[in-house]
Every structure is written in C-alpha cells, then in structure tokens.
Nanobody, 120 residues
Framework: QVHLVESGGGLVQAGGSLRLSCAASGSIFSFNVMGWYRQAPGKQRELVARVTNGGSAVYAGFVKRRFTITRDSAKNTVDLQMNSLTPEDTAVYYC??????????????WGQGTQVTVSS
C-alpha cells in the first residue's frame, strides 16, 4: 500500500504564491511519474504538471511558466511552486503518482487533495 499526503494549500490573494508538497510512503520500489492535478467546482480534473523519474517535466498550457514542479527522489516527494496566482487557479489540487511497488507491480495513487483558494 502507498500513501500520498499533500500539504501547503490555503487562501492567498491574487498575485501571491503558494507551495504545495506531496510526500509518498509505503511499498515503493520506484516512481514512473509524479504530478499534480486540480479540480475546480463543476469542472473535470485536469493535469497541472507532472515529472518523470528521469526528471522531465510537463506543464499544462494554463501554467504559462508561473508554476514549477520539483521532485526529490531520495525523499519520495514532489513539490509545486505556484506564483502569480489568479482566481482561476482556485481548485482542489491532487497529488498523483504512478509507481512500481516492491512486488514489481505498476500502480497509480492519488492523494486526498488540498484546497487552494485565490481571492481577487
């Protein structure tokens, strides 16, 4: 079993910054991909950014160089630094991971989500 625990959400004014962190624990051999998704009220969950085991990062178009995803393979963590936030960034942000377990299986996991609210 693998657990993803997010932290760092909250309320911020437009133009401000937040840093989200996700820590993974459990029967982890290695990671394929770790990333962040978000879901706003009434909308589908969408990719924000993800990073591969090799360090290659992919960002959604709406990020526009405002966010940076970083990963610490030794600590099994992935962070999302979000700058220049706008009210449109308000959503629940979810950490996600595709892992290889100690048993050799590939499994996907989600965190419980952390609320990010940006006021105008």
């Amino acid at each position: 079993q693998v657990h993803l625990v997010e932290s760092g959400g909250g309320l911020v004014q437009a133009g401000g910054s937040l840093r989200l962190s996700c820590a993974a624990s459990g029967s982890i051999f290695s990671f394929n991909v770790m990333g962040w998704y978000r879901q706003a009220p009434g909308k589908q969950r969408e990719l924000v950014a993800r990073v591969t085991n090799g360090g290659s990062a992919v960002y959604a178009g709406f990020v526009k160089r405002r966010f940076t995803i970083t990963r610490d393979s030794a600590k099994n963590t992935v962070d999302l630094q979000m700058n220049s936030l706008t009210p449109e960034d308000t959503a629940v942000y979810y950490c996600a991971a595709s892992i290889i377990t100690l048993g050799g299986d590939q499994e996907d996991y989600w965190g419980q989500g952390t609320q990010v609210t940006v006021s105008s």
